[in-house]
């Protein structure tokens, strides 16, 4: 009989109810909780750190091209005629483009 009076006056302190409540928020509620910090944000570390693997290693091909563009006039005339489909006075320009199909 004690051990139910002293549950019960356990269940009606308003501290403790507010406590657990509190508890019970920051573990599933919040926008903090314990499944977004130790699953979703792991799994974004990764992908943010795939992705910035990925554009290290565009950033290092890119200034090789820049410095390509920057020391030979062959490689910017090159560039020009990909890129921008420029071309001599003298020359025509066929564009041929591949159809997409599904």
Known sequence: MKK????SALLTNKYLLAF??????????DDRDFVTT???YPKELT???ESKAYYQQQITSTS?????????AATIEKY???HFLMKRDN???FIISEEETN
Not at 4 to 7: E, F, M, N, R
């Open 4 to 7: 139910i009076l002293h549950i």
């Open 20 to 29: 657990i409540a509190f508890m019970v928020w920051m573990l599933f509620f």
């Open 38 to 40: 130790h699953i979703r």
């Open 47 to 49: 992908q943010l750190e």
């Open 64 to 72: 090789e091209e820049l410095k390509q563009l920057k020391s030979n």
């Open 80 to 82: 020009a005629r990909e």
């Open 91 to 93: 020359e025509d320009l």
